[in-house]
Nanobody, 124 residues
Framework: QVRLVESGGGSVQSGGSLSLTCTAS?????ISWFRQAPGKEREAVAV???????WHANFVKGRFLASRNKTESRMSLQMNSLEPEDTAMYYC?????????????????????WGQGTRVTVSS
């Protein structure tokens, strides 16, 4: 397993911005952000593979941007135009992935490394 350390998060008013960063202890193919709001299921927010190819959930497209640095061990999530519905615990997750040429999974059960989570609160 890879150790993941998250930073960022916090509280902001609707329309504001926040940035999350996930730093992995070593280079790994797939790094993702998931979120879980109270009473709701966990959902994938963004996935970036080691080449920098990214996937974003429809509900964040145009508002959030995920990227990775050249060393492939750090992933950032820039969150703009935040809405109260974005309030949740955000978790960084990673797994080797990329097998058979397939892109990284958006299913959290495929991930074997998780961070502790960072809270994002958006007030109206």
């Amino acid at each position: 397993q890879v150790r993941l350390v998250e930073s960022g998060g916090g509280s902001v008013q609707s329309g504001g911005s926040l940035s999350l960063t996930c730093t992995a202890s070593e280079s790994i193919y797939c790094i993702s952000w998931f979120r879980q709001a109270p009473g709701k299921e966990r959902e994938a927010v963004a996935v970036v593979d080691s080449s920098g190819t990214a996937w974003h959930a429809n509900f964040v497209k145009g508002r959030f941007l995920a990227s990775r640095n050249k060393t492939e061990s750090r992933m950032s999530l820039q969150m703009n135009s935040l809405e109260p519905e974005d309030t949740a615990m955000y978790y960084c997750a990673a797994y080797p992935g990329g097998y058979g040429g397939y892109f990284c999974s958006t299913d959290g059960s495929d991930y074997n490394s998780w961070g502790q989570g960072t809270r994002v609160t958006v007030s109206s």
